[in-house]
């Protein structure tokens, strides 16, 4: 009796140790092998950390070069097309015009481009090209990668780090208007000023260099450009002993100027060739002056390959001739700032300071027959 009832209860285990493993099976599932080959889900260990995901790749880096300028702006927008027609142009003649790229900005935006530029990993941002754009720059105290500015500031404000400046500054031009008149020892200049403040930069750049160099303090007669007061100027003048004059008014009036000064010999920045008239020409007979290479010498051999717009002006042409050589200034910047930059260019002899500064010398030139001369010998 006792054996007929430990078989009736293990007979009713065994049923009901069934029924619980059917209500744990979904109703409808089916066990199904994997086919041959398939892949088998192996369960991790407890203790096993999670599976990593796949890393995003890096987005590739853009071209090493940007050129940043005002391209959308009112105010300057031609002059900056000038800049970048240069410098693509001296980067297609080097067969590396994948290596730029040109980021416009407008009036107000210029810090924007500056982001946008080294987010793209870009190693050399070519810009600002309008100095209160560099201000701007500076004041917003970005982590700038090496820069090379298209203008410069006119105080004592300190570049941020890796920011080189390489400008058409009319100061260039005083500088070598007073290296060459002490080189021919002349003794007493006068200065025949205007009243902008781009010829009052250029005259007082002119009598700190020149002073520097042990020149006497010029003489400075201010230009009233009326009937009575050319015929003052041309009193004034007469009372003074001097072998070189300094012209230092603006292209239309440096003609008039000219007329009423002694015959000795003149100086002008490069403002004085404005493409004058044959009667402006005439008047501008034998006056020296400083200008670019590209204007100077257009017929040299260094620019046989590259393309020459017929710009509407003078000032346009500088401009691209600036574009042609920041270019060149900016593929020896990009693997490192370079410990020694020199060159002869479309602008004149650039060379790095110890300043962070990349300084231009323009070309010595004269008026002759209403013709621009180099004053000396092509280099």
Same mark, same amino acid.
């Given at each position: ?13 065994? $049923? ?7 209500? &744990? ?10 086919? =041959?080959?398939?892949?088998? !889900?192996? =369960? ?9 995901l796949p890393l995003p790749q890096p987005r590739p880096p853009g071209p090493p070069i ?23 142009? !001296?980067? @297609?003649?080097? +067969? ?18 500056? #982001? /946008? ?27 700038? =990668? ?7 500031? #006119? ?15 009319? %100061? ?5 208007? !007073?290296?060459?008149?002490?080189? %021919?020892?002349? &003794? ?6 205007? %009243? ?11 009598? +700190?260099?020149?002073? $520097? ?13 009326? &009937? ?42 490069? /403002? ?12 501008? @007979? ?28 003078a000032a346009l042409d500088r401009l691209y001739a600036l574009g042609l050589d920041a ?7 990009? %693997? ?7 060159? #002869? ?5 650039? @060379? ?6 990349? !300084? ?20």
């Open positions: 009796m006792f054996s007929s009832t430990l078989r009736s209860l293990a007979g009713a285990l065994a $049923l009901t140790f069934a029924a619980f493993c059917a209500a &744990q099976a979904p109703a409808t599932s089916t066990f199904e092998p994997p086919p =041959p080959g398939a892949p088998v !889900a192996v =369960p991790l260990p407890p203790d096993a950390p999670p599976p990593s940007a050129l940043v300028l005002p391209l959308t702006s009112p105010d300057y927008a031609r002059a900056a097309e000038a800049v970048r027609d240069g410098f693509l142009a !001296a980067a @297609e003649a080097a +067969g590396a015009k994948a290596r730029v790229t040109v980021i416009p900005h407008g009036n107000d935006n210029v810090v924007a481009a500056f #982001d /946008q530029a080294r987010e793209g990993g870009a190693r050399v941002v070519v810009g600002p090209l309008v100095r209160d754009d560099l201000r701007a720059l500076i004041a917003a105290d970005r982590d700038l =990668p090496v820069t090379i500015a298209l203008n410069q500031l #006119d105080d004592a404000t300190t570049l941020p780090p890796r920011v080189y400046t390489f400008a058409l500054a009319i %100061e260039s031009d005083a500088r070598t208007i !007073a290296l060459r008149m002490h080189a %021919e020892n002349v &003794q007493n200049v006068a200065i025949i000023g205007g %009243e902008t403040p781009l010829m009052k930069r250029f005259a007082h750049a002119f009598t +700190g260099e020149w002073i $520097l160099l042990g020149g006497n303090l010029p003489q400075s007669l201010a230009l009233v450009p009326t &009937q009575d007061g050319l015929r003052a100027l041309r009193r004034d003048l007469a009372k003074l002993n001097v072998d070189a004059i300094l012209i230092a008014v603006d292209g239309p009036d440096a003609a008039l100027v000219r007329t009423f000064a002694p015959r000795v010999t003149a100086w002008a920045s490069g /403002q004085v060739n404005q493409r004058p008239g044959p009667a402006a020409a005439r008047d501008l @007979e034998d006056v020296r002056f400083v200008d670019v290479s590209w204007i100077v010498a257009p017929e040299s051999a260094a620019f046989a390959k590259l393309p020459r717009p017929d710009y509407a002006s270019y060149r200034v900016a593929e020896a910047f990009v %693997e490192a700032p370079p410990d020694r930059l020199v060159f #002869d260019g479309a602008t004149g002899r650039v @060379e790095l300071s110890d300043a962070r500064q990349i !300084a231009r010398e323009g070309r010595l030139a004269t008026f002759r027959s209403g013709a621009i001369v180099p004053l000396d010998g092509g280099r």
